[in-house]
Nanobody
Framework: QVQLLESGGGLVQPGGSLRLSCTASGRILSNYAMGWFRQAPGKERKFVAGISRSGGGIGYEDSVKGRFTISRDNAKNAVYLQMNSLKPEDTAVYYC?????????????????WGQGTQVTVSS
């Protein structure tokens, strides 16, 4: 089992920045590809960013390209999502997810382990 815990969410004004963290316990994260997803009220959970087990493969959903950066520190058993130039439409609960294997997936059903989520609200 992998237990994931997100942190770093909060209320930020448009144009601001937040850094989300996802820490793991129970297993070594270096064995897992990781993803960040988000879910806005009344909408489906959607892919935001993914990173391969080694960190060499990274991908983003189109609306966050150039604004968000995913990274991982396997020595700290953690994954991060740096979010800059935030917009109101980025408001959602953000989840990190882990899948055993080398490559990240963009689909929700590609991940076996999920955190509880952290709320990000972008509003003036």
């Amino acid at each position: 089992q992998v237990q994931l815990l997100e942190s770093g969410g909060g209320l930020v004004q448009p144009g601001g920045s937040l850094r989300l963290s996802c820490t793991a316990s129970g297993r070594i994260l270096s064995n897992y590809a990781m993803g960040w997803f988000r879910q806005a009220p009344g909408k489906e959970r959607k892919f935001v960013a993914g990173i391969s087990r080694s960190g060499g493969g990274i991908g983003y959903e189109d609306s966050v390209k150039g604004r968000f950066t995913i990274s991982r520190d396997n020595a700290k058993n953690a994954v991060y999502l740096q979010m800059n130039s935030l917009k109101p439409e980025d408001t959602a609960v953000y989840y990190c997810a882990a899948r055993f294997g080398s490559s990240y997936y963009t689909e929700v059903n590609g991940y076996a382990y999920w955190g509880q989520g952290t709320q990000v609200t972008v509003s003036s």
